[in-house]
């Protein structure tokens, strides 16, 4: 029994450091490598490096961005509080996932959340901005820029809603 909350505690946190070093080094190449798009860009598209295009309908390129606010560039005029709420809300997390999660099918979707915040603070810290890099245009829809704490954010929250819309259901039937 102990060995199995051992295994509940490490696998969220290999898992979180492993997004987080991912999400470094990610924002790390494209901040050293990529040139920052401001204005208009003559190459594909938008000045980012294309990886495929039309392939269904969807195009993906690497482009560098910065984000100075939550998602979409929200909030960009209140960086230092949303900086301040960004860290109060991942050591929240880290408490409730460590002394009062009693869900063990939580552990990994909390994982996600926490690492992918973590990642963008420290964008803060390294950058004085966020790095955005993963670029898509769905069907002739421009989607806003994205880095891979973004993407651990959004599993993570999908896998929270799913997992407690089936216990919801579960305990209603």
Not at 49 to 78: C, M, P, T, Y
Not at 90 to 115: C, D, E, H, S, T
Not at 117 to 139: C, E, K, P, S, T
């Amino acid at each position: 029994m102990k060995m199995n909350r051992i295994y509940n505690r490490l696998v969220p946190f290999f898992l979180s450091a492993g997004i987080l070093l991912a999400d470094i080094l990610s924002k790390l190449l494209t901040h050293t490598y990529l040139p920052l798009i401001n204005g208009y860009q003559l190459w594909y598209p938008y000045g980012g490096i294309g990886v495929f295009k039309n392939f269904l309908g969807i195009e993906f390129s690497l482009s560098h961005q910065i984000n100075r606010g939550a998602a979409w560039g929200v909030l960009s005029d209140f960086q230092i509080p949303l900086l301040y709420l960004r860290i109060v809300l991942v050591f929240g997390l880290i408490a409730y996932a460590l002394f009062f999660n009693k869900y063990k099918g939580w552990n990994i979707p909390l994982a996600l959340i926490i690492a992918g915040a973590a990642g963008n603070i420290l964008d803060y810290f390294l950058y004085g901005h966020v790095v955005d890099m993963l670029h898509f245009v769905f069907w002739g829809y421009d989607f806003p820029v994205f880095n891979l704490a973004d993407c651990a954010i959004f599993i993570g929250v999908a896998w929270l809603s799913i997992i407690t819309g089936i216990k919801k259901n579960h305990l209603t039937a």
